[in-house]
């Protein structure tokens, strides 16, 4: 998962006590609530938290004083007391979020609700880290001359393998070993691989609570393994890397140093060599154009048949429950349906193939990595530290 970083190492943490924590647990609780299920109400929230209603009362008129949540009337359902509904307050936190992929960049403002917000964006052809990063930088500084000390942190997603922290290395981008510099210094910055990020908002948004098993096509293929809404990421961040398991032909080079990646067996490169032409300069619109030409059928086919093999084994050594496919990957997987179901059914275990996982294509579209990247901050803002934080900052 995204790795969690001071922009202000030198300002040192407000010191939050036991007696604080133990205060701030139950509304923790209600706050990650709230995010998980916006709208949930006051009763269903004291059922899920097994509280009274009481002490839920007391929770959220708690977090209303601090400007944590908002409540309204909940409809009428019949006999019983009326309740109310909770929502992200109209003047709570917020966290900037920002998408860096091959040739362009996103950011965006995200509530505690998870809601995107007064996007920007801009094109880059640098492979050069620096500009891209005063440009983003740029927008993240005008995002907070609007919303002040209400930004709690800012999030990125970019299209690279994130190890401690920092860019290790980003084919796509051109860029290695790149430490990415506080956007807005005194604020918490976190940095993740862009398919890591998609993949925790894909579980954790559309599957709650069941192990995922997430796999997008952009330019290459990523994704990340979430075992009940934590990413497995391994040691230092970089795991999930699966577009360089050696799922491809071994005689083909990939960008990242190894041979036989997957990255360049299932998406516009691989459709390009296949059919003898050259690598294209933009990979992602190549294979869009290429599912629907006839000439391209035998190409794209064997990238389908490629995407199914590697998520059986995929599938062996992780166990999800649900394998969900985003980016480019569903459309791939419809454009030729039978040779990712021939070589998928021929990957499993023959155990699995009576109970094999579900297989579904991703619910959130190309927001997906934005609304990770908002994942990723509210982690980092929901906590008794960042909560205490938010108290001082704003009541003093």
Not at 15 to 41: I, Q
Not at 151 to 179: C, K, N, Y
Not at 210 to 224: A, D, F, M, N, P
Not at 304 to 326: C, K, M, W
Request: aromatic share 4%.
């Amino acid at each position: 998962m995204a790795q969690a970083r001071s922009s202000d190492p030198d300002s040192g943490p407000i010191k939050v006590g036991r007696a604080e924590a133990a205060r701030w647990s139950g509304a923790l609780d209600l706050l990650r609530l709230v995010r998980a299920r916006p709208g949930v109400t006051r009763a269903e929230a004291a059922r899920v938290l097994g509280v009274g209603s009481g002490t839920a009362t007391e929770i959220s008129s708690r977090l209303r004083a601090l400007d944590l949540i908002a409540e309204h009337p909940a409809p009428p359902t019949g006999r019983g007391r009326p309740t109310s509904t909770l929502h992200a307050h109209p003047d709570g936190p917020l966290v900037a979020v920002v998408d860096i992929r091959q040739a362009e960049w996103r950011v965006a403002v995200a509530d505690l609700e998870g809601t995107l917000s007064e996007p920007a964006t801009g094109r880059h052809g640098s492979k050069r880290p620096e500009p891209v990063f005063a440009a983003v930088r740029e927008a993240v500084e005008a995002i907070a001359a609007r919303h002040g000390s209400r930004i709690r942190a800012v999030s990125v997603s970019a299209a690279a393998t994130v190890r401690r922290g920092r860019i290790g290395q980003s084919s796509v981008l051109g860029w290695r070993d790149v430490e990415v510099a506080p956007l807005l210094p005194g604020v918490p910055q976190v940095i993740g691989n862009d398919a890591t990020l998609a993949g925790l908002a894909e579980a954790r948004l559309a599957h709650p609570g069941k192990s995922v098993l997430y796999l997008t096509i952009e330019v290459g293929i990523g994704g990340v393994f979430v075992d009940h809404a934590f990413a497995v990421t391994g040691a230092t961040g970089a795991g999930g890397e699966f577009g360089h398991a050696p799922f491809g032909d071994p005689a083909v080079p990939c960008p990242c140093g190894a041979t036989g990646c997957w990255d360049v067996a299932v998406d516009g490169r691989a459709v390009a060599r296949l059919l003898g032409r050259p690598e294209p300069d933009d990979p992602r619109a190549y294979l869009i154009d290429a599912l629907v030409d006839p000439g391209s059928r035998a190409a794209v086919e064997q990238c389908s048949a490629s995407l199914g093999h590697g998520a059986a084994g995929l599938a062996n050594i992780l166990d999800p429950e649900v394998v969900s496919f985003g980016g480019l990957a569903p459309e791939l997987r419809r454009a030729a349906p039978g040779p990712f179901a021939a070589a998928f059914e021929a990957g499993l275990m023959g155990f699995r193939r009576d109970d094999p996982p579900a297989l579904i294509a991703s619910a959130l579209g190309p927001d997906a990595f934005l609304l990770g990247a908002a994942e990723a901050a509210f982690d980092v803002v929901l906590t008794e530290q960042s909560i205490g934080e938010w108290t001082a900052a704003r009541f003093g």
